[in-house]
């Protein structure tokens, strides 16, 4: 099928924008490029090698960015991907039919809005100094299970694991921006490689998109990493996952 026309250019202003708003808080911006697609009316599960790409270089940029700010820290983040990646390689190889894909892609959308609307009025968070025993056993089983959904829904999973890290304090606000963003991109990775082996990438369409959510990927991940708090972000974007998870859920 054709993914795209060029009629629909339209839309790489507000791929800039999601890039932005999602790379701000650490995110590749996967469910806000789904959620976009959908209101678009194009929902069928061939988008979502390019997505996987278009996460794979904004949560890139978003890491260089944080790390050089000095908020990464490795070993908060290996427990998760040890399990992770090839998880997330072996759910991009599950094939879903469209129904299911555009049903469970709208209930992924709505938690992620709901979880993004119940921790805005928070910007700081306590953090725990667990030993690194407990953060195993936390990361392995978790990035199990955030790997295997977030290969086959075409998402980078950090919508997932930033919850976790708050709920659990393993790490700050902008460490777990920073854990996210090295998590999104070598979970995305794998997720592209799966689908590469499984499906064409829709090559005619990926540099316009690339370099429209690199600009906007940068400049978000910048300012978030010297400036920004979250609230107005998690606002914002909950806004369009609410907006596309209901059309998908409901209609």
Request: aromatic share 12%.
């Amino acid at each position: 099928m054709a993914l795209l026309d060029p009629n629909m250019v339209y839309l790489l202003p507000f791929f800039m924008a999601i890039a932005f708003l999602y790379a701000s808080a650490g995110h590749g911006g996967a469910s806000g490029y789904l959620a976009l697609f959908a209101l678009a009316g194009i929902t069928d599960p061939s988008i979502v090698p390019l997505v996987l790409a278009l996460n794979l270089i904004v949560s890139g940029v978003g890491f260089r960015n944080f790390y050089r700010q000095g908020f990464f820290r490795f070993s908060k983040l290996w427990p998760f991907i040890v399990t992770s990646i090839p998880a997330s390689f072996v759910g991009a190889r599950i094939p879903l039919n469209t129904g299911l894909f555009e049903l469970l892609l709208g209930i992924i959308l709505l938690l992620c809005a709901l979880f993004m609307i119940l921790t805005s009025q928070n910007n700081t968070y306590k953090t725990i100094d667990l030993s690194q025993i407990s953060i195993l056993w936390i990361g392995l089983p978790a990035g199990l299970c955030i790997g295997l959904i977030s290969g086959a829904l075409g998402i980078g999973g950090g919508i997932f694991l930033t919850p976790l890290l708050i709920i659990t304090a393993i790490s700050s606000v902008k460490q777990t921006a920073a854990i996210a963003s090295a998590f999104i991109f070598l979970n995305s990775a794998a997720g592209l490689s799966g689908h590469i082996l499984r499906e064409n990438m829709p090559w005619e369409w990926l540099l316009p998109f690339l370099i429209t959510v690199l600009a906007g990927g940068y400049l978000g991940s910048y300012l978030s990493a010297t400036t920004f708090t979250n609230k107005i972000v998690k606002v914002l974007t909950a806004l369009v996952l609410i907006a596309a998870g209901s059309k998908l859920v409901f209609y």
